[in-house]
């Protein structure tokens, strides 16, 4: 699937999100021009599965995406268990905005759908839409042919309020303010829920100790409930209504 994303301006912010929650991404890190083979898309696309707890946290509070979906078996596990079991766990459409915006000098942005069951796919997406900008800006410095501040000449920057300089192999252009793709590595999958998207009341797995002496089962029933976000495919959700922004933490 390739999509054209759109420059972000204030107007296009349609959903209104949480806080960022941050997911771990295949092998720790994945570089981005990799993406170019149709081979390792299509595996994260099959395989991709949400963090159960979110990045950086030492907390035990999972995280929305996870939440979301639940119910949702990857495409590429379970393979031999037939149709039956896939007939059980929805396969539904879903909305999704991508936003990139490192080293872009303005965020981008791309409305997609795709069937949650490969929801990976939103690292080749992601790749997509670097290649469009990088063409573009690459375009703009070539209007008047091979300049001295051409991206492929490089060029010394001295980073503001750091004091030493460091090198960036493209110049500021009119879309990508430094760094070729080669450089850009998939580091972390960020998500923000969408504040209308449904809750439901859900249940989750209580751990006791010996310490904790006897609960009744009032109480571990109690204890087992909390609100969270409705599972993708639940009768109250609307597959036309986006779940919330994949963001991606890069690193170069």
């Known amino acids: 699937m390739k999509v054209t994303p759109q420059p972000l301006s204030e107007n296009d912010k349609l959903i209104d999100v949480d806080d960022v929650e941050y997911h771990e991404v295949p092998f720790g890190g994945i570089a981005v021009d990799l993406l170019a083979d149709q081979a390792l898309r299509d595996t994260l696309a099959r395989f991709f599965r949400p963090s159960y707890r979110p990045m950086w946290s030492e907390g035990k509070k999972r995280t929305a995406l996870w939440d979301l979906f639940y119910d949702v078996v990857p495409e590429g596990e379970f ?7 896939r007939k059980e766990h929805p396969d539904t459409d ?4 991508i936003i990139l915006d490192y080293p872009l000098t303005n965020p981008w942005y791309a409305d997609v759908k795709l069937k949650a069951s490969r929801f990976g796919e939103v690292f080749g997406i992601a790749y997509d839409m670097y290649c469009h900008v990088y063409d573009l800006d690459n375009a703009e410095w070539q209007k008047e ?24 192999n493209r110049a500021g252009g009119e ?11 998939f580091e972390s ?12 009341e859900r249940k989750r797995m ?18 087992s409930k909390y609100i969270g976000p409705a599972p993708i495919g639940h009768e109250s959700t609307d597959n036309e209504m986006h779940i919330g922004v994949v963001t991606f933490g890069v690193g170069s």
């Open 145 to 168: 042919g091979h300049q001295d501040g051409a991206p492929s000449q490089g060029t010394l920057m001295r980073a503001e309020g750091k004091g030493g300089p460091f090198l960036l």
């Open 79 to 85: 393979p031999r268990v037939g149709e039956r079991f």
């Open 189 to 200: 999958l960020g998500f923000s829920l969408n504040k209308k998207w449904p809750t439901v």
């Open 94 to 97: 879903i909305k999704v905005r």
């Open 206 to 223: 209580v751990i006791t100790t010996v310490e904790d002496g006897v609960i009744s089962p009032e109480e571990l029933k109690s204890r």
């Open 175 to 185: 879309y990508v303010w430094g760094h070729d793709m080669s450089d850009l590595v």
